[in-house]
């Protein structure tokens, strides 16, 4: 099985294995220190210390930072990333490991932001917050078509949410979206979540139900389109970039996402790599480098074709 080629216990893959694995009807206090430990470690292991200048700043109380490529391409274009974790954990030293991958990789300037996280601040903290740094761009000059939205997990949902929002809003939406293993279904009952199973080296169902509950509440509806993005209308999105790892029990979050947002007419193209499991795109692996190298060829023939 391809999974046996993953080495288990490299200390990135045990520290990102830490931060997806806590988990059960509730996280503790105790829970949640481990996972934002762990999430810190991640991120000093994993981010890339050459090819980028990093310069941080803040909009209005939020941390930011601009990860910019030594090696530009065109500058009128920049990524807003927003970094997964279940919005339970996370801040801009974990999401500079794939803000860094995506500088290098597209030659474009990526500002990534620290969300409000759970259960300290339940929804709609992370989407305000999000969508400040959206505003705070909007200021600097950019118009929408310059800004690429892009998001891993929980991060994938919370940039899902942001474009409804402006669609909602009948304000311009991002150029287009690129998503990796986007959590889409709050409700957890896709097939996968069974099928993957036993496949998954990152994730558990119960992780899944544990930062649910701490992020939207014990009284909330998942399936509501407001969590659940995959439940709500596509018309009107961006073109977008899905990836997905075949091994991880998120797939048919992006599966259906991918086919929802085709019948809605959104340009919509799904990458499902066999040998991958949840946001894989993190590690220092070969397999990893080609997804970017893929991402990239797709985001250039978008732009400039």
């Known amino acids: 099985m391809a999974l046996l080629k993953i080495n288990l216990n490299d200390p990135l893959m045990k520290a990102i294995k830490a931060v997806n694995s806590i988990g059960g009807k509730s996280l503790t206090d105790e829970d949640l220190k481990k996972q934002r430990s762990a999430m810190e470690l991640a991120g000093k292991l994993a981010a890339p210390t050459g090819g980028v200048t990093v310069e941080a700043f803040t909009t209005g109380d939020i941390s930011c930072e601009w990860v910019k490529p030594d090696l530009a ?5 920049i990524i807003l990333y927003a970094h997964g974790g279940g919005y339970t954990c996370g801040g801009l030293g974990y999401a500079r490991i794939l803000a860094a991958k995506l500088a290098v990789s597209t ?3 990526v500002v990534s932001f620290e969300y409000r996280l759970a ?3 339940q929804y709609p903290a992370p989407l305000e917050d999000a ?3 959206w505003s705070y761009l909007m ?3 950019y118009g929408a078509k310059q800004v690429i ?6 991060g994938g949902n919370l940039v899902l949410c942001m474009t409804r929002k402006l669609l909602v809003e009948k304000q311009l939406t991002p150029r287009c979206m690129m998503l990796f293993s986007p959590w889409t279904d709050m409700t957890a009952t896709a097939s996968s979540y069974e099928a993957c199973k036993e496949k998954d080296p ?4 119960d992780y899944v ?8 509440g014990k009284d909330a509806n998942p399936a509501d389109e407001i969590y659940s993005p995959l439940n709500g209308s596509f018309v009107g999105f961006p073109p977008t970039y899905i990836m997905v790892g075949k091994n991880e029990i998120l797939l048919d979050d992006s599966i259906s996402l991918q086919k929802k947002m085709h019948k809605a007419g959104c340009n919509a193209v799904i990458d499902i790599e066999k040998d991958g499991w949840h946001v894989y795109q993190q590690m220092p692996l070969p397999l990893a480098n080609r997804a970017m190298k893929r991402l990239s060829d797709y985001l250039s023939n978008l732009i400039y074709m």
């Not at 391409?73 to 274009?77: A, D, G, L, S």
């Not at 939205?149 to 929980?154: M, P, R, V």
């Not at 139900?209 to 939207?216: D, F, S």
């Open 209 to 216: 139900l544990g930062v649910r509950e701490a992020y939207i």
């Open 131 to 133: 969508m400040k740094v």
């Open 139 to 141: 200021d600097k000059g």
């Open 119 to 121: 259960p300290e601040y």
């Open 107 to 109: 030659g474009f300037s």
């Open 202 to 205: 990152i994730l558990t169902k």
């Open 73 to 77: 391409h065109n500058p009128q274009y």
């Open 149 to 154: 939205f892009a998001g891993d997990s929980a």
